[in-house]
């Protein structure tokens, strides 16, 4: 699994999945957005690209979902952009209907219109 991240605007952060992901690498990119000190600065929006994605390593770990609560008034939009078969697998890992963020998932072909919509 690979997660790269870039900032493409003020405050606003490109997030790249791509093969299967991991709970190490996973929780390593969390710590490493907390040193970065990403959320203090005002809400951000991410874009996150599944490229090639895979899906996530089995295991009960992730059931902590204290991250996504403790910085979910710190995100004001998610853009998903990846293959149909992981809407709903990332509505859920993402937990779309339980955020105050707005989390819309778009075609790997609509890259575009996810940015604009993004950065509306």
């Known amino acids: 699994m690979t997660i790269s991240s870039q900032k493409i605007a003020d405050?606003?952060?490109?997030?790249t999945l791509s093969g299967l992901l991991t709970?190490?690498?996973?929780?390593?990119f969390l710590v490493q957005a907390e040193t970065e000190k990403v959320f203090a600065t005002?809400?951000?929006?991410?874009?996150?690209?599944?490229d090639e994605f895979t899906g996530w390593e089995p295991?009960?770990?992730w059931?902590?979902?204290?991250f996504?609560?403790?910085?979910?008034?710190?995100?004001?939009?998610?853009?998903?952009?990846?293959?149909?078969?992981?809407r709903d697998d990332m509505?859920?890992?993402?937990?779309?209907d339980y955020r105050q963020a707005e989390v819309k998932f778009?075609?790997?072909t609509d890259l575009e219109t996810a940015r604009v919509w993004l950065m509306s």
């Open 42 to 50: 005002g809400k951000i929006k991410f874009l996150l690209l599944l």
């Open 23 to 28: 709970w190490a690498e996973f929780q390593n």
């Open 91 to 96: 509505q859920m890992f993402l937990f779309a």
């Open 11 to 15: 405050r606003v952060y490109w997030i």
């Open 68 to 86: 996504f609560f403790k910085h979910d008034p710190d995100i004001e939009k998610i853009a998903v952009v990846g293959e149909s078969c992981w």
């Open 106 to 108: 778009f075609a790997e």
């Open 63 to 66: 059931g902590d979902v204290s």
């Open 59 to 61: 295991g009960e770990e």
